[in-house]
């Protein structure tokens, strides 16, 4: 019976008894100062402005406060009501699977949802380092590179860096289908609206969505909900990994995050300093990618894929350069390889998977080596052979590469069979073994 009456509890238990109001005192441009709460308001407190517009305090003076709403404020008037709600948080419930909210909890699928019996905060900090458990064992993720030269491993923390329209929401639906894990919690931060709707049908579909909490914040949604997007997937994630569950985390984009980060941060009075970004962007980035990987002996992990839009392939854009110093391994996508027609348009050479050597056995190392050798020496030679320059014979390595291109530039183009990882490298072996003449 306590089962039955738990989801009504908890929703009564986050009903306020008190309130503390204050009063618009200024309006600007996206912000608003608040008088009467600067004695108890805090860096982060959510507050109320009226019936619908909400808000959160971005800086506090010893006269009022600084509230950026999450909305624009037409309509608001000095000496509105404004009540102070406090730090925000999230209550996740293991009822969420199968469901898709947005970054307060509320459903967006149309269906009543209830909150959980505990509300974690959404910033957090990550499980303490010397507790932490090493990576895990490898993953099957149903797409063959990934189970043979790029392995993803339980725990293990990745960043996909494309360009839009490269196929990094197809990838993103083939691990939310294929991984190995027990829950996925899938983070669309500043998508496109009329995208919700088509990755939930169709790229997750009814099977990925059977095991999935999507957290979502549409591109027309200020810069507070869609920052509040990560952190609340993240929460979201954290419930299910200290039920002792391991959860895969696709979070879509980091870039989306740190351009909602920025225009908070400069918002509160941050100035821009980092190619256009305010100095905290790199500990907000790194702060929330920490609390991904593996977790305590007593709980399950998070193994997390982090995109990242980076416009002409440039890794060192500010985002994708301070991302990739935190992660366990990056992927590249390449424009130039989707405009051929091969997907997923991974650029090999440019990615890297430090789950390496560790996560395979000496044959498999040797056959991963191999396989970077060969497709090595063919980009080296590429414009040599396509303009007829390359004699046969001047090289061995070259004259292999050319042999084995075609089969291996498609064996990364393959789903992984249904014999898995063995069946994956079976598959390598044969595209790495030269023609019969």
Request: aromatic share 4%; with cysteine.
């Given at each position: 019976m306590?089962?039955?009456?738990?989801?009504?509890?908890?929703?009564?238990?986050?009903?306020?008894?008190?309130?503390?109001?204050?009063?618009?005192s200024?309006?600007?441009?996206?912000?608003?100062?608040?008088?009467?709460?600067?004695?108890?308001?805090?860096?982060?407190?959510?507050?109320?402005?009226?019936p619908?517009?909400?808000?959160?305090?971005?800086?506090?003076?010893?006269?009022?406060?600084?509230?950026?709403?999450?909305?624009?404020?037409?309509?608001?008037t000095?000496?509105?009501?404004?009540?102070?709600?406090?730090?925000?948080?999230?209550?996740?419930d293991?009822?969420?699977?199968?469901?898709?909210?947005?970054?307060?909890?509320?459903?967006?699928?149309?269906?009543?949802?209830?909150?959980?019996?505990?509300?974690?905060?959404?910033?957090?900090?990550?499980?303490?380092?010397?507790?932490?458990?090493?990576?895990?064992?490898?993953?099957?993720?149903?797409?063959?590179?990934?189970?043979?030269?790029?392995?993803?491993?339980?725990?293990?923390?990745i960043?996909?860096?494309?360009?839009?329209?490269?196929?990094?929401?197809t990838?993103?639906?083939?691990?939310?289908r294929?991984?190995?894990?027990?829950?996925?919690?899938?983070?669309?931060?500043?998508?496109?609206?009329?995208?919700?709707?088509?990755?939930?049908?169709?790229?997750?579909?009814?099977?990925?969505?059977?095991?999935?909490?999507?957290?979502?914040?549409?591109?027309?949604?200020?810069?507070?909900?869609?920052?509040?997007?990560?952190?609340?997937?993240?929460?979201?994630?954290?419930?299910?990994?200290?039920?002792?569950?391991?959860?895969?985390?696709?979070?879509?984009?980091?870039?989306?995050?740190?351009?909602?980060?920025r225009?908070?941060?400069?918002?509160?009075?941050?100035?821009?300093?980092?190619?256009?970004?305010?100095?905290?962007?790199?500990?907000?980035?790194?702060?929330?990618?920490?609390?991904?990987?593996?977790?305590?002996?007593?709980?399950?992990?998070?193994?997390a894929?982090?995109?990242?839009?980076?416009?002409?392939?440039?890794?060192?854009?500010?985002?994708?350069?301070?991302?990739?110093?935190?992660?366990?391994?990056?992927?590249?996508?390449?424009?130039?390889?989707?405009?051929?027609?091969?997907?997923?348009?991974?650029?090999?050479?440019?990615?890297?998977?430090?789950?390496?050597?560790?996560?395979?056995?000496?044959?498999?190392?040797?056959?991963?080596?191999?396989?970077?050798?060969l497709?090595?020496?063919?980009?080296?030679?590429?414009?040599?052979?396509?303009?007829?320059?390359?004699?046969?014979?001047?090289?061995?390595?070259?004259?292999?590469?050319?042999?084995?291109?075609?089969?291996?530039?498609?064996?990364?183009?393959?789903?992984?069979?249904?014999?898995?990882?063995?069946?994956?490298?079976?598959?390598?072996?044969?595209?790495?073994?030269?023609?019969?003449?």
């Open positions: 306590a089962d039955v009456f738990r989801p009504l509890v908890s929703e009564i238990l986050g009903v306020p008894v008190t309130a503390r109001i204050g009063r618009v200024a309006i600007g441009r996206g912000t608003v100062t608040v008088t009467g709460i600067a004695d108890v308001a805090a860096l982060g407190d959510r507050v109320a402005l009226g619908t517009l909400g808000g959160e305090v971005v800086a506090l003076q010893a006269e009022g406060v600084t509230v950026l709403t999450d909305q624009m404020a037409e309509g608001l000095l000496g509105a009501a404004v009540r102070l709600i406090g730090q925000a948080g999230i209550a996740p293991n009822s969420w699977i199968g469901r898709v909210v947005d970054p307060f909890g509320k459903p967006l699928d149309g269906k009543p949802i209830f909150r959980g019996p505990l509300m974690r905060p959404l910033l957090s900090a990550a499980p303490a380092a010397a507790t932490r458990r090493s990576l895990g064992e490898r993953l099957q993720t149903g797409v063959a590179v990934f189970d043979t030269l790029l392995p993803l491993v339980r725990g293990q923390r960043g996909l860096f494309a360009g839009s329209g490269v196929g990094k929401s990838l993103l639906g083939k691990f939310a294929g991984v190995s894990s027990d829950v996925v919690v899938i983070a669309l931060i500043g998508e496109r609206g009329r995208e919700l709707r088509e990755f939930v049908e169709r790229v997750l579909g009814p099977a990925g969505m059977a095991r999935a909490v999507v957290v979502t914040a549409t591109s027309d949604q200020s810069a507070l909900v869609r920052r509040r997007c990560a952190w609340a997937a993240m929460a979201v994630a954290e419930h299910f990994r200290d039920q002792g569950m391991h959860v895969l985390l696709l979070a879509d984009s980091v870039t989306r995050f740190a351009e909602a980060h225009e908070v941060a400069l918002a509160g009075g941050e100035t821009a300093s980092l190619r256009g970004y305010p100095p905290s962007v790199a500990p907000a980035i790194m702060a929330w990618a920490e609390r991904a990987g593996p977790g305590p002996e007593e709980a399950g992990d998070i193994t894929v982090f995109s990242v839009l980076v416009a002409g392939s440039d890794m060192e854009e500010t985002v994708a350069d301070i991302l990739r110093g935190v992660l366990d391994g990056h992927v590249v996508m390449d424009r130039k390889i989707a405009e051929r027609g091969r997907y997923p348009a991974i650029d090999l050479l440019r990615s890297v998977s430090r789950s390496l050597p560790f996560a395979a056995s000496v044959e498999e190392n040797a056959d991963i080596a191999k396989a970077r050798r497709l090595g020496a063919y980009d080296r030679a590429e414009l040599m052979i396509q303009a007829g320059l390359y004699s046969a014979g001047s090289d061995p390595l070259i004259d292999d590469a050319i042999q084995v291109w075609p089969a291996l530039d498609a064996f990364l183009a393959e789903d992984a069979p249904q014999e898995g990882i063995t069946g994956s490298f079976l598959r390598l072996q044969a595209a790495l073994t030269p023609p019969s003449k």
